[in-house]
């Protein structure tokens, strides 16, 4: 574990030019991996977000901040393009020079101002809600259809090869490092049993069948930002795993976290379940939002994407669990394997329902 990154935020503070001190800092967001803070200065009362970025996620901290500059600069002339009240993140340099600052451990951080009037939601609270977002994703990818999508950095490398994130479980629970493999038997066969649907998405790509776009990569309701009055989606945060992927993972992971009416970690499995209504409000958004942008086939291909993340996130988080915690962060004990556990129930109603959400796609083609 690397230090509370508490102790670092005076210099970093300074570094930005945010006349703050620490205690005018307070921990925000429910990020699983980087930490977030809230500033605002007593003087004037300026906000800003301050965050480091996570060293264990993030190997190439320079490439995440190359990528999440050239973005939102881009989007921000698309944006002034396209008219509306959208707004784009605005990083701080610091007085350091480069694109963020590296504190004395090496750690980086960044800082950008609060963007004023909006609201972070973390749950769908309403299918209004929920749609909002999905027309902010769909956006998002219309927006930047055009963007080069060969010069984004993989900032982690294989993030959704799906393929090796199962080889990386089955290694994970050949070591079996922390002595826990034996109490998740079932799960682990859970995912080996679908080992063919892990390759679903990656042989469309291979093959041409599916384009590689500029994609979000972590499309949770909680990293749009809504406007206060009209409840619309007005920007998209957390950018740091924008790299060229597949559009049905944008729309899946979506689906994952906001159509059910559980936390992730949710303990009583009863209460976890696919809501196909959620799942179709969010598809209507979606497509509306991408406004044509998206193929044939890209459109046929949906439900993977939902299928996939799910099944996928189901599979880091046993992963982790099993090497002891170490990239998810947790706040008591087996809550890696409980996150674990609503995924497989969210997938295994996915299958359950599968008809019904092709039929779903193919009504909004
Ligand atoms: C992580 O930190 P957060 O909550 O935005 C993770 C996503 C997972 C998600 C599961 C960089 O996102 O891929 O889907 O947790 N981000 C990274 O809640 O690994
Ligand atoms: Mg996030």
């Known amino acids: 574990m690397t230090e509370r990154a508490e102790v670092y935020l005076k210099e970093v503070l300074a570094a930005f030019g945010i006349r703050a001190e620490e205690t005018d800092a307070v921990r925000s967001g429910q990020g699983h991996v980087n930490d977030t803070f809230l500033v605002t200065e007593p003087e004037g009362g300026r906000r800003f977000v301050v965050q480091r970025i996570s060293p264990a996620a993030f190997k190439r901290p320079d490439q995440v901040m190359e990528n999440v500059t050239g973005v939102t600069e881009y989007l921000r002339r698309e944006i002034e393009k396209d008219g509306g009240n959208w707004r784009a993140l605005q990083f701080l340099r610091p007085g350091t020079g480069g694109l963020y600052y590296t504190d004395r451990t090496g750690g980086p951080w960044r800082a950008y101002p609060f963007v004023g009037k909006t609201v972070c939601y973390q749950t769908a609270e309403s299918p209004e809600l929920f749609a909002a977002s999905g027309r902010a994703f769909g956006r998002f990818q219309r927006l930047l259809r055009d963007y080069p999508a060969g010069t984004l950095h993989e900032t982690i490398p294989r993030f959704h090869d799906t393929e090796d994130r199962l080889a990386k479980l089955k290694a994970a629970a050949a070591e079996d490092r922390m002595g826990r493999a034996e109490e998740c038997q079932e799960e682990l066969r859970f995912f080996l049993d679908r080992e063919a649907d892990c390759s679903v998405a990656l042989r469309a790509q291979r093959e041409g069948v599916l384009p590689l776009r500029v994609t979000h990569n972590d499309t949770k309701l909680n990293n749009v930002l809504m406007d206060e009055e009209t409840g619309e989606g007005v920007c998209v945060i957390d950018l740091d795993t924008v790299m060229p992927g597949l559009s049905i993972n944008d729309f899946g992971d979506s689906i994952r976290f906001g159509a059910n009416h559980c936390a992730e970690d949710e303990r009583d499995l009863s209460k976890v379940?696919?809501?196909?209504?959620?799942?179709?409000?969010?598809?209507?958004?979606?497509?509306?939002?991408?406004?044509?942008?998206?193929?044939?086939?890209?459109?046929?291909?949906?439900?993977?994407?939902?299928?996939?993340?799910?099944?996928?996130?189901?599979?880091?988080?046993?992963?982790?669990?099993?090497?002891?915690?170490?990239?998810?962060?947790?706040?008591?004990?087996?809550?890696?394997?409980?996150?674990?556990r609503t995924q497989c129930k969210l997938v295994s109603d996915m299958e359950a329902h599968w008809g019904e959400l092709a039929e779903i796609v193919k009504k909004y083609r």
């Not at 998206?294 to 099944?311: D, F, H, N, Q, V």
């Not at 988080?317 to 099993?322: I, R």
Request: glycine share 10%; aromatic share 14%; proline share 1%.
């Open 273 to 340: 379940s696919l809501d196909v209504g959620l799942f179709e409000t969010y598809t209507k958004a979606f497509l509306e939002g991408a406004g044509g942008t998206l193929t044939e086939k890209e459109i046929e291909y949906l439900p993977w994407g939902a299928k996939l993340m799910t099944l996928e996130c189901g599979i880091r988080f046993l992963t982790d669990y099993l090497e002891g915690d170490v990239y998810f962060h947790t706040e008591r004990e087996k809550q890696n394997l409980d996150r674990c």
